[in-house]
């Protein structure tokens, strides 16, 4: 059963960079046509979809957040990272990673981390 | 970038009751390429359907998705307890994006 859990600061200051690790268990993060993604979710609204990485770390991002995106992978640590740029309070959200298998769905998630952007 | 807009918002339903969520794409979809997702509070999101028809591994068989094109429909045939929640459209592509969601809330 592959688990996924995310870790990082809780707390970050505007203007500052949000970096957040997803380390993938019960299965390889190299194995499979997977993709892993960034997903996140302000306080009572829906979901954003951050971007995502192929194992082969091909990328894609969603075009209103790409300029400040970088997703990463470390296949050698079975993780996966997201680093978030400039931020503001309008970042403050909870922050879920996932597997992607495409047009098969997200099928796992992890439980989601709230980071906060506050001085 | 395809915006996926969901209808109703909110939809007020008792158990037993049947569920019809609709999720319309500003611009064609490939059915393969079509997801719902059911998210209670505090967890995260559970896949349903994926490939706009497709059930995911443990969904049970009262869920089911159809559509084409721009519209797609996420059914629940007859309503339990556990299934009051959010549900969410999602479309993948270069670029993924979500609906904004459909509250089913016990009448």
């Known amino acids: 059963q592959v688990q996924l859990q995310e870790s990082g600061p809780g707390l970050v200051k505007p203007s500052q960079t949000l970096s957040l690790t997803c380390t993938v268990s019960?299965?390889?993060?190299?194995?499979?046509?997977?993709?892993w993604s960034w997903i996140r979710q302000p306080a009572g609204k829906g979901l954003e979809w951050i971007g995502r990485?192929?194992?082969?770390?091909?990328?894609n991002y969603n075009p209103s957040l790409k300029s400040r995106v970088t997703i990463s992978v470390d296949t050698s640590k079975n993780q996966f990272s997201l680093k978030l740029s400039s931020v503001t309070a309008a970042d403050t959200a909870v922050y879920y990673c996932?597997?992607?298998?495409?047009?098969?769905?997200?099928?796992?998630w992890g439980q989601g981390t709230l980071v906060t952007v506050s001085s | 970038e395809i915006v996926l807009t969901q209808s109703p918002g909110t939809l007020s339903l008792s158990p037993g009751e049947r569920a019809t969520l609709s999720c319309r794409a500003s611009?064609?979809?490939?059915?393969?390429?079509l997801a719902w997702y059911q998210q209670k509070p505090g967890q995260a999101p559970r896949l349903l359907i994926y490939?706009?028809?497709s059930r995911a591994t443990g969904i049970p068989d009262r869920f089911s998705g159809s559509g084409s094109g721009t519209d797609f429909t996420l059914t629940i045939s007859r309503l339990e307890p556990e299934d009051f929640a959010v549900y969410y459209c999602?479309?993948?592509?270069?670029?993924?994006?979500f609906g904004q969601g459909t509250r089913l809330e016990i009448k």
């Open positions: 996932a597997r992607d298998h495409g047009y098969r769905g997200i099928d796992y």
């Open positions: 019960g299965g390889s993060i190299s194995s499979g046509s997977y993709y």
């Open positions: 611009q064609s979809v490939s059915s393969s390429y």
């Open positions: 490939g706009a028809s």
């Open positions: 990485i192929y194992t082969s770390g091909s990328t």
């Open positions: 999602q479309q993948y592509g270069s670029s993924t994006t």
